[in-house]
């Protein structure tokens, strides 16, 4: 880690770490707030995730539930890391840039259905 | 440095008074009516701010008891009644080991006084909130210690009035700009702070450097976490802070116009802020 609490890597990395699902709930504040911004969800919330390394990766990002699809999206929020993306030679990416690259790498994981089977569980 | 400026307005500019009370008031610009710049007074730049919120920043031992123990009850009003914190109470007002003689307070307050908001701030050099009982929340335990980290905590930017036409969004900006602005005057480059987390999101939304220092962990069934602000370039611009720490303004009018409108600063709906640009 670095003196500044964020963990460097290259997104590339990611794709070898396991990533473990600590929990997932829905944020009726947050339902509001999109629904203000006139975003047609049924359900919202947040989701938070790490991965075990030492120190640990850190990782959540807000979902909706599309009211006409019932599909479930990533927010139109930041992904929150304590992570600092970099490029091959090193250099930062920068906040933005690196919550950008994270929701572009969240498409390509289904994590959908541990959010669902979490958020399930929690009705139950 | 807003008493200096106040005075060199009261030697030759209308419409001003007294210079506030040295060390407790700061009235901040958070819904401007008119703003603008007065190119000279006095041979001083001066900028001239409208506002209907003022801001108060202080050490306890600065402020007189009565706000003190005001701004105890209000954080029982949010902290306990509104957000049900399991917090120690002290008759019936919400206090804890780090509120001594030299924590810091900033408060927002209503054109009648009512305090609208509050944050406190203490020097990581000393024990504070997150490296007493959070300290789980920064991977291997150890909380920052270091003169320019300082601690924002107990934040609330929420009006007890429910017939207030205090906007909450600026009432949020102000606190938080006030708050880094503050802890920046006194070295901090950045700060950490224990929040729930749906307060990174807001601080995502407004442009703020923030980044979680940990994983977020249940804390009465809550998530929590601990968050770095960064005070960089990114925050300021957010914050509307310029470099020199001086709020910026939104819009420019003519100061002469300014003047012959300006009402007392002190009295009514309006508070006058004077910041003397150097």
Redesign the interface.
Known sequence: ?SP???IRLRLSSLSMLPFVH??S?S?A??LRELRAQTVPARSAG?S?W?IDT???I?I?W?WFVHSESDRMLLAP??V???V?LIDMQGYDLG?QKT?SLFGAWLNGFEWQRVVSTALAETLN | MDAQALAVADNGCPGFSRAPDAGTNYPLSTLPVSQGRLQRCNGVELTIRLTTMQTIIGKSRELAPSLNDALAQYRHKIFIERLGWPLPVVNGMEVDQFDHSDTLYVMTTEPDGAICGCARLLPTTEPYLLSEIFAHLIPGDMPPRSHDVWELSRFAAATVDPASTIDAACNTRSLLAASVRIAAERGAKRLITVSPLGIERLLHRMGVHAHRAGPPMLADGKPIFACWIEIDDQTLNALGIRPDHQTEEADEETADNLLTSIPSPIAGQAAVQIAKDL
């Open positions: 880690m500044d609490g964020y600590l929990f709930e944020d504040d947050f947040f938070e790490k030492n120190p640990p850190s959540g807000s929020d930041a929150r890391s304590n600092m906040p919550s």
